[in-house]
């Protein structure tokens, strides 16, 4: 084959291109420190690159964003609950003092203020927001827990209802033949049907407290047995019940509750602080939130383990709980039902990885602490106000409108009776503290668990934050080795490529010396 000049020069400068293309790469990556430029460079090296890329942006948004904002808001979940605990313990010291009786009469003054101030301390912690979110509220993270005044309580109005079991059922102490105020400016002794002087005694009867006192006493009421049995109440002008219509499970009208034994069961309201159903009597009492049970009804929710009632309430105010935090309720406003379930806020801490951050307020604020805190606050401000009647007594026993023998005489007796009312309140206030610090117990226990569950998703944040530091520093080493040249080598063979480089041209120059003229 015949090997022209032109051949040749065509030939070496194929080749020097070549060469100028090899430095041209090498130099592109000694500029970028990347191995490919573009796709086509490599395909496989760009598709690695791609899904590293990924991984790593991914475990970086896990790391600097979701996992920090997850640590967060569990850190002041349990910084909340902290407090709501050394708030509970404050309260059970108080009961553990309180069931000695070692209060001295200026100290109880006091204490109804402190019992009060606790109790809204405690369900103020339900109020603590992150970044603007209440952390207790569930979903509903625009709503904090309580009330924060009056103008947005005013027109809340809901119908709420509640589902007991035999657990929820407590007793009260109620007072047989007390004296009242009107008894004292009246000279009015107790005496009985063939005018024997009675004193006052006391007697237990049981009961269902609600979640709330002062419920709407013009309201409709709903009672369900375990049977699914409804009997619907109303209360007339004059203070009665009008029980509207009862109807069994599969909607049918039925006559009458029964007590368990086929005895009929009449409901009534009451506003007396001291009434004792009848056996077969279910009392209502809207102003305590108090529903009172007869023996047999008792015995019957006992046995049956199971009854519910629903009620309006309306007049809220600020410091009171939102319902819909803990039961069924329906807005009477607008409508809207509102179905308690579990509201869980999770965060995507790792591939296919989430975690709860929240903890509801029903899993550490038990609205029933409210409740036991004004049964205590009861039973010591009725000590108060026996003690303010006998000061009452002592006082008129000195003025010279009752020195007649006669008014003497009945402010002797008012005061005998009184002492005795007294020593009873003695009692229950002691005996109400002394269930107050099983009750706070409870509360102490709620809490720490609910302190412990949030502990415990700290502890699993912690350690997935470990694995993705490390996972971050693979990923990253990998993206490295993928991506990134080996500066060494490619120096070399840059320096190597200059030389071939420079000798091509050397060589090319040198091809073609001798013209045809030569």
Same mark, same amino acid.
């Given at each position: 084959m015949r090997i022209t000049n032109q051949?040749?020069?065509? *030939?070496?400068i194929a080749n020097i291109q070549t060469n100028k293309s090899q430095i041209n790469t090498m130099d592109t990556q000694l500029s970028t420190q990347k191995k490919i430029n573009k796709p086509s460079d490599d395909p496989i090296i760009a598709i690695r690159a791609l899904r590293l890329r990924s991984s790593l942006d991914q475990v970086t948004q896990y790391i600097n964003k979701n996992i920090p904002d997850a640590s967060s808001w569990l850190s002041v979940t349990h910084d909340a609950l902290d407090q709501s605990y050394n708030i509970v313990s404050q309260l059970y010291s108080y009961c553990n003092q309180g069931a000695t009786d070692s209060y001295s009469p200026s100290e109880r003054n006091t204490i109804v203020e402190t019992l009060n101030k606790l109790k809204d301390s405690f369900y103020t912690q339900g109020d603590v927001d992150y970044a603007g979110r209440y952390v207790f509220t569930g979903y509903a993270t625009d709503k904090p827990l309580t009330y924060q005044s009056d103008a947005d309580a005013k027109d809340v109005d809901y119908t709420i209802t509640q589902n007991f079991t035999r657990d929820a059922l407590s007793s009260k102490t109620v007072y047989t033949n +007390?004296?009242?105020?009107? @008894? /004292?400016?009246?000279?009015?002794?107790k005496k009985d049907a063939n005018g024997k002087i009675i004193t006052p005694n006391v007697q237990t009867v049981h009961r269902l407290q609600l979640a709330y006192s002062e419920v709407d006493a013009n309201g409709t009421f709903k009672i369900t047995d375990a049977s699914g049995n409804v009997a619907t109440v109303t209360k007339n002008d004059d203070g009665t019940a009008n029980v509207t219509g009862i109807v069994n499970a599969n909607g049918e009208t039925i006559d009458s509750l029964d007590d &368990?034994?086929?005895?009929?069961? *009449?409901?009534? %309201?009451? +506003? @007396? *602080?001291?009434y004792i159903p009848g056996d077969d009597e279910i009392a209502i009492n809207s102003q305590l939130g108090e529903v009172l049970l007869g023996e047999n009804v008792y015995k019957s929710v006992y046995a049956d383990n199971a009854f519910s009632v629903t009620y309006e309430k309306s007049n =809220?105010?600020? &410091?009171d709980i939102d319902p819909t935090m803990y039961f069924n309720c329906v807005d009477n406003n607008t409508g809207i039902e509102y179905n308690k379930q579990s509201e869980d806020i999770?965060?995507?801490?790792? =591939? *296919?990885?989430? /975690?709860?951050?929240n903890t509801e307020a029903d899993e550490a604020f038990n609205i029933y602490l409210g409740r036991n805190v004004d049964d205590l606050v009861n +039973?010591?401000?009725?000590?108060l106000d026996i003690n303010d009647q006998i000061s009452k007594i002592e006082s008129m026993q000195k003025e010279g409108q009752y020195s007649d023998e006669a008014s003497q005489k009945k402010l002797s007796d008012i005061m005998e009776g009184l002492t005795k009312q007294r020593d009873f309140a003695k009692s229950k206030m002691? @005996? +109400? %503290?002394?269930? &107050? /610090?099983?009750?706070?117990? &409870?509360?102490q226990e709620q809490v720490s668990n609910a302190k412990a569950d949030v502990g415990n998703r700290q502890i699993r944040l912690d350690l997935t934050k470990t694995r993705l530091t490390e996972q971050k520093t693979n990923f990253t080493d990998l993206k490295s080795q993928n991506e990134d040249i080996d500066l060494e080598e490619i120096v070399v063979t840059y320096t190597s490529a200059q030389l071939v480089y420079q000798a091509a041209l050397s060589a090319a120059s040198k091809v073609v010396q001798q013209t045809l003229l030569e």
């Open positions: 051949m040749m020069i065509n *030939s070496s +007390a004296y009242s105020n009107d @008894d /004292i400016m009246n000279l009015s002794v &368990g034994s086929g005895n009929p069961v *009449s409901i009534t %309201f009451t +506003a @007396d *602080s001291n =809220f105010i600020k &410091g999770e965060y995507i801490i790792n =591939f *296919s990885q989430k /975690i709860k951050v +039973a010591v401000q009725n000590v002691k @005996d +109400a %503290f002394e269930a &107050g /610090i099983g009750q706070m117990q &409870g509360y």
